[in-house]
């Protein structure tokens, strides 16, 4: 077989498949174009069933369009904000101490290193995520396919493997693992598991009616949802994690969110020590207990696989904002209507047209090859050979060492994560890899012939 005889239907079919993909992508940005309001923000990252509900003083604004202030949908990480206000609560009461050592309730607490610094790790530490667990211990986790079926304990447990990235209170390490011990924090100190005390300690005091840790959804679906898939939404459906409900997987609902952070604002529901470690971050940080804050704004992001989460309010004025959305993009900023809408910031697609580029410009350096391999008619050499395979590898271990990188993972990013963060930049990867590799088979057969 010889160069001039690269079976002909394979670029063609490559091809194909690259043309659609770059159309679609093209299609997306054009249509996608940011409108003047945060609803608008949404509908530009491909999220027209997404919902900005504004509220003040704990209420619903009115006369807001196409809003669903009772709809119950996964919250993701503001489940921290959540857990951080039952953990203040216990404190106000005397039931454990913000400074108590961790193993003073949970003696077993081990992280890898001298004995000294687990030993350090305080409940404080874990509310302010200044414990020193790195950030990649809570997502190397989600990388697993079982993932569901790992127990909270056994996940505080495998902390006893992994390393401190700072000295304990030194840093802020944003990890899920701060607070999956502090769900275990909690349980030993009470006796009781997490979905009783989120009832004790939140639903019943604040009078929620649409909040839970059973991944209940009042009649609707919440575990399904959609991902991003050139543009479309693909539909997929994800089992509750019973085991990570203290940092990622409560339910909640417009209505009910702007009921809990009024409490956290004023009344009295904390104590006046206890709301300040909530809204005012110690030592110049941005993360107080369980809330980011940015000048008069308190908030907290959340997200899971298919569903993301905003929810903020400003402190002095009572003005928040919740946006609730059932499709979760990781490779740009799902934080942008909430912005848009809390902050006055300009409106924005949050990156969402720029990852479609990307998948154009990947698409285009495969066109390039399948038009040097139609219309270049001499013999390749083996450099050609390889060129194909340096970049058909290369490229994609590239971008899963980024990817994992910008999460904070000493590795590339897990499989399973990869393809909720962008299949179909992952279709366009394997397509371009498949054909590069099967095109450089085919001149090194050629070049070894002629040799």
């Known amino acids: ?26 299609m997306v940005v054009v249509q996608t174009r940011p409108g003047p309001d945060a609803p608008a923000a949404l509908r530009a990252q491909g999220n027209p069933d997404g919902q900005v509900v504004t509220f003040t003083a704990g209420r619903i604004d009115p006369g807001q369009a196409d809003i669903r202030p009772n709809e119950a949908a996964y919250v993701g990480s503001v489940s921290k904000t959540f857990t951080a206000a039952m953990t203040l609560r216990l404190v106000d009461r005397g039931v454990l101490r913000i400074d108590d050592p961790v193993v003073t309730h949970l003696p077993a607490f081990r992280v890898q290193g001298p004995r000294e610094e687990t030993e350090a790790i305080t409940v404080r530490m874990l509310l302010e995520q200044t414990s020193g667990i790195p950030t990649s211990a809570g997502i190397a986790d ?18 006893a493997q992994v390393p401190l990235v700072s000295e304990p209170g030194a840093e802020f390490h ?8 502090l769900g275990q924090v909690l349980a030993a100190a009470t006796g009781s598991p997490y979905p009783e005390l989120l009832r004790e300690e939140v639903i019943t005091p604040l009078g929620l009616t649409r909040t839970n840790a059973a991944g209940e959804g009042y009649g609707r679906d919440v575990g399904c949802g959609r991902l991003a898939f050139f543009g479309a939404g693909l539909p997929l459906c994800l089992p509750h994690d019973p085991h990570g409900v203290a940092e990622g997987y409560l339910v909640s609902s417009p209505t009910d969110l702007a009921t809990f952070v009024e409490a956290l604002r004023t009344g009295p529901y904390l104590t006046p020590e206890s709301r300040a470690l909530m809204l005012e971050p110690s030592g110049g940080r941005e993360y107080g207990a369980g809330l980011f804050r940015e000048g008069d704004v308190v908030h907290h992001p959340g997200d899971v696989t298919i ?15 919740v946006v609730l959305v059932d499709q979760a993009g990781q490779l740009f900023d799902s934080s942008a209507p909430f912005r848009v809408s809390q902050f006055g910031e300009p409106v924005s697609d949050g990156g969402f047209r720029v990852v479609a580029l990307v998948m154009v410009g990947l698409a285009a350096v495969v066109a390039l090859f399948i038009a040097a391999d139609v219309l270049i008619r001499r013999r390749r050499t083996w450099w050609s050979v390889v060129l194909r395979v340096v970049v058909a590898v290369g490229l994609p271990l590239g971008l ?5 990188r910008g999460l904070g993972l000493a590795s590339l990013l897990p499989w399973p994560l990869a393809v909720a963060a962008a299949p179909d930049l992952l279709l366009i990867l394997a397509v371009a890899s498949i054909y590069l590799l099967g095109s450089a088979v085919v001149f090194g057969v050629s070049a070894r012939r002629v040799a």
């Open 1 to 26: 077989m010889t160069s001039r005889r690269l079976m002909p239907a394979f670029p063609v079919v490559v091809a194909v498949i690259l043309l659609f993909a770059v159309a679609w992508s093209l």
């Open 142 to 159: 989600l990388g697993e396919r079982d993932h569901v079926q790992v127990s909270a304990r056994e996940r505080v447990a495998r902390l």
């Open 174 to 181: 944003y990890a899920n693992s701060n607070y999956a011990v």
């Open 307 to 321: 569903a993301h989460a905003d929810v903020g309010v400003d402190v002095v004025t009572g003005r928040g904002t």
């Open 400 to 404: 899963f060492y980024a990817a994992g």
